[in-house]
C-alpha cells in the first residue's frame, strides 16, 4: 500500500546508525521509555512485549472473555460491527443504535472483569507518572475480515490522559488520519508485542484498522488480532 509504513522494515533498518531498538531509552525526564518511532505525534514502542510477554497476556485475556463474552456491538446503523468486543475494568466501551457509550456492566449483566495485572504493568511502565490508571481495557477481536473504521476516541471525559494500545496476534494495518475527518493518512503494519500511545497533540487523531494479515503470526490458536486498548474514562 502506498504511504505504509512497515515496522518490520523499520526493525532491521539502521536509523541514523541505530537500530530501533536501540533508540528505546528512557525520556529526558527519565519517567518512561523513548517510544522507538513516532507518527502524526503517536509513540509507537515496536515490539514492546517479548513472546513470553505476549503468551502470558494471551492466558489473562482467557480469563476476562471467559467472564465477559465477546460480542458484536452495533453501528448507529444498526448493523454489527466485524471486531468483536469485551471490556475489563471499571468501564466497557459499548455502542448500539442509541450511540457509542460506556456501561458498567457486560450486556449481560455481569460485572467488568478487572484489569489484568500484567496489562496494568504497561500501562504503569509507558505512559508515565502523570498518567491516571486506566478504567476501561476495551479487548478488541479481529476475526480475518474484520477491519475497524476511522473514528476518534473521544468518549472519554479527559483528554490530557493517553490513550495506550497494544497488540497481539497477526499484523494490522494501523491508519492514522488528522483531527478532522479527511486529509492525507499515514499507515502502518502492527505487529504482535506492539504499542502505540495517543497522547497530547495525537490523541484525537483519527485512527483505525483498515485489514489484518491472517497468518502472519504463530501467537494464536486461530487466524486473527487481538487489540487492547486502555483508556481512562472520567
Ligand atoms: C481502536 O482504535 O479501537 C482499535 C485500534 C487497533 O485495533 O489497533
Ligand atoms: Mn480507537
Not at 446503523?77 to 457509542?100: C, H, I, L, N, Q
Not at 504482535?192 to 504463530?218: F, K, Q, W
Request: glycine fraction near 12%.
Amino acid at each position: 500500500m502506498q504511504g505504509a509504513f512497515s515496522l518490520q522494515a523499520a526493525r532491521g533498518a539502521e536509523v541514523r546508525g541505530k537500530s530501533v531498538e536501540n533508540l528505546i531509552g528512557q525520556d529526558k525526564t527519565g519517567r518512561r521509555p523513548l517510544p522507538g518511532l513516532t507518527v502524526r505525534g503517536i509513540a509507537v514502542w515496536p515490539g514492546w512485549l517479548d513472546r513470553s510477554a505476549q503468551e502470558a497476556l494471551v492466558q489473562d485475556l482467557r480469563a476476562v472473555i471467559s467472564q465477559a463474552p465477546l460480542f458484536s456491538p452495533l453501528t448507529g446503523g444498526g448493523k454489527p460491527m466485524s471486531v468483536r468486543m469485551t471490556s475489563a475494568g471499571r468501564f466497557g466501551w459499548y455502542s448500539d443504535s442509541k450511540g457509542y457509550r460506556y456501561i458498567d456492566r457486560h450486556p449481560n449483566g455481569t460485572d467488568w472483569p478487572p484489569i489484568p495485572e500484567r496489562v496494568l504493568a504497561i500501562w504503569r511502565d509507558l505512559c508515565g507518572a502523570a498518567a491516571r490508571a486506566p478504567e476501561c481495557c476495551l479487548v478488541n477481536w479481529y476475526g480475518p475480515d474484520a477491519r475497524m473504521g476511522l473514528h476518534q476516541d473521544r468518549d472519554e471525559a479527559d483528554f490530557s490522559q493517553p490513550v495506550l494500545s497494544i497488540s497481539l496476534g497477526d499484523d494490522g494495518l494501523f491508519r492514522a488520519g488528522n483531527l478532522e475527518r479527511g486529509g492525507a493518512t499515514q499507515s502502518l503494519w502492527l505487529k504482535s508485542g506492539d504499542v502505540l500511545a495517543l497522547e497530547g497533540p495525537s490523541r484525537l487523531l483519527y485512527h483505525g484498522i483498515d485489514r489484518i494479515a491472517p497468518g502472519t503470526s504463530t501467537l494464536l490458536s486461530a487466524p486473527g488480532r487481538i487489540n487492547l486498548t486502555l483508556r481512562v474514562v472520567t
